[in-house]
C-alpha cells in the first residue's frame, strides 16, 4: 500500500499529488466524491465533486454538492455506478479525521477511503485508489459536527489542490498516452 502526501498550503502540492495520482487514472477512471454538504468538516468530497463538474472534467464524477454521496445512499450510489460503469475503476475521495498536526494534509494512496470508519460507522470501501483530506482532528469529542473548529476556507483550499491535482494528473496521463 503506497501513498504520497502534500500539506494543500506547500506550493507544489497539487504536482506531487498528480505525479502520483497519474498511475491511476486513465480513461476508464470515474471519480467518486464522498460526503455531504451538511456539516463544513464532511462537504470536501462533495465540493470537489462540484468544482470538476464547473471545470468539464473529462472523466465521469458523481456525489456533488447538488447530487452528494453520503452515508445514507452510498449502498445504492455504489450499485448505481458499478452498474453503468462495470469495468471502470474508481478514485475515491472522502474528508478524513487525523493527527491535530495532519490537519491540511492531503494523501493520494493506491488503495480504498473507508467512508464513515473516523465516526464509527461501517460504511463500503470506495475506489480501488483514493483521496483523502485531513480536515480535523481525531482527539475532538463532537466529529463533524464542531463546525467552530472546522473553517470553510480550509475545505475550500484543500478542494482546489484536490481538483488541480485530478486535472494535471489526467493531462499527465493523456499526454503520454498520446507519445506512446
Given at each position: 500500500m503506497n501513498k504520497v502526501k502534500a500539506n494543500y498550503k506547500s506550493p507544489l502540492a497539487y504536482y506531487k499529488l498528480a505525479y502520483f495520482l497519474k498511475n491511476y487514472i486513465n480513461k476508464n477512471t470515474i471519480i467518486v466524491c464522498i460526503g455531504t454538504d451538511?456539516?463544513?468538516?464532511?462537504?470536501?468530497?462533495?465540493?470537489?465533486?462540484?468544482?470538476?463538474?464547473?471545470?468539464?472534467?473529462?472523466?465521469?464524477?458523481?456525489?456533488?454538492?447538488?447530487?452528494?454521496?453520503?452515508?445514507?445512499?452510498?449502498?445504492?450510489?455504489?450499485?448505481?455506478?458499478?452498474?453503468?460503469?462495470?469495468?471502470?475503476?474508481?478514485?475515491?475521495?472522502?474528508?478524513?479525521?487525523?493527527?491535530?498536526?495532519?490537519?491540511?494534509?492531503?494523501?493520494?494512496?493506491?488503495?480504498?477511503v473507508h467512508p464513515g470508519k473516523g465516526v464509527g460507522k461501517s460504511l463500503p470501501n470506495v475506489g480501488e485508489s483514493s483521496i483523502i483530506g485531513i480536515v480535523d482532528s481525531n482527539c475532538n469529542e463532537n466529529i463533524f459536527n464542531s463546525t467552530n473548529n472546522i473553517r470553510l476556507n480550509l475545505i475550500l483550499s484543500m478542494s482546489k489542490v484536490i481538483l488541480y491535482s485530478l486535472i494535471h494528473a489526467y493531462y499527465l496521463y493523456y499526454n503520454n498516452d498520446i507519445l506512446i
Open positions: 451538511r456539516y463544513i468538516g464532511d462537504c470536501l468530497g462533495p465540493l470537489v465533486g462540484t468544482l470538476l463538474k464547473c471545470k468539464h472534467f473529462p472523466l465521469p464524477v458523481y456525489g456533488t454538492i447538488q447530487e452528494p454521496i453520503h452515508a445514507l445512499n452510498i449502498d445504492n450510489k455504489l450499485n448505481e455506478i458499478k452498474n453503468k460503469h462495470s469495468n471502470y475503476n474508481i478514485i475515491g475521495i472522502d474528508a478524513c479525521l487525523g493527527d491535530i498536526d495532519s490537519i491540511g494534509e492531503i494523501q493520494v494512496r493506491d488503495f480504498p
